[in-house]
């Protein structure tokens, strides 16, 4: 018996892993000219990883407070042996991260693989997004410096103006009537309490679910009579060339571009000129921009808001909407619904960048 058989069949006696090895023994991933969108969920799942890893050493060392985030991490970038190179890392893999569920969720929308039976699949995924997004609101925050702090204040702002329950979420996100020290350390609790737990639960069922069905094919094409190739080694080890990669595109951003801590925030002072927050929010930021202050009785902003909850509601069903048994004016709405949301969304990101 080689090594390799006695340390798995010591670890098959004590932890009974047989069955995943039998399930990756016999996975397989289809093979066709748009194989390469596959990995983008891998290499979101590699991120979010690097996430956890980099967080967690920089918790070693933040502290949650008003008085005591800005200069503590102040001192990691500063004093800490390569404090700043995690810092920049947490960073740069945090807007990584988002840009991959992007690419990863927009991919499986154009090709159709949230077809049945796979609609759950699609719906955790968008949920997960959300919660990406969330993970990337929360933490902007946590350095207590300048430019975070008025980018939560006008985010916030935002929330509030949903009708019914916007004074509730307002309070609820600051903690209070202004974006204070009691909002910093509730956010710290978002950031590294229940968003991870959330994102752990929905990220296990969304794995368990895409093992479950396995890979989808584009329309047209049988899953039985697809090429495929085994997913241990074949497509794993593709995977891991790609994550090897990710991880020295990650050291070069940080080394070469480290994140900027900025002046430390002050409750009184004026909001600095051209103030705008991360990317991934400067569609909706610009748009609201656009939008009349009233629109016949009601205001603007307050009608922009549930414009946008209502798309990303649409996004969600959109499964339930374009089935299998649907008509070709269903089908092509559907894409061209997809074709607008990504344009509108490229085209005002830029917008925002370049005014």
Known sequence: MSRIEAAKEWLDDRFGIEPIVKVAEHKEVPVHKHSIWYYFGGMTLFLFTVQVVTGILLLLYYRPSAENAFESVQFIVTEVQF???????????????????????????????YRKPREMTWVTGVVLLFIAIFFGFSGYLLPWNELAFFATKVGTDIAGVIPVVGDFMLRFLRGGDEVTGATLTRFYGF?????????TVFLGIHIWLVQYHGMSVPPGMDEKEAKKMKFVPNFLLRDLLGWIIAIGVLAALGALFPWELGAKADLFAPAPAGIKPEWY???????????????????????????????????MVIPFINRENSGPRVKLAVKLFGIIVVAFIVVMTLVGYLT
């Open 83 to 113: 404090g700043w190179l995690i810092r920049s890392v947490h960073s740069w893999s945090a807007n990584l991260l988002i840009l991959t569920l992007f690419i990863h969720m927009f991919s499986v929308y154009f090709l159709s693989a």
């Open 191 to 199: 950031h590294v309490a229940i968003l991870p737990a959330t994102a």
């Open 281 to 315: 929010f400067l569609f909706m930021f610009q748009t609201l921009k656009y939008i009349p202050a009233k629109i016949l009785f009601f205001e603007g902003e307050t009608l922009g808001v549930l414009a946008f909850s209502l798309g990303a509601l649409v996004w």
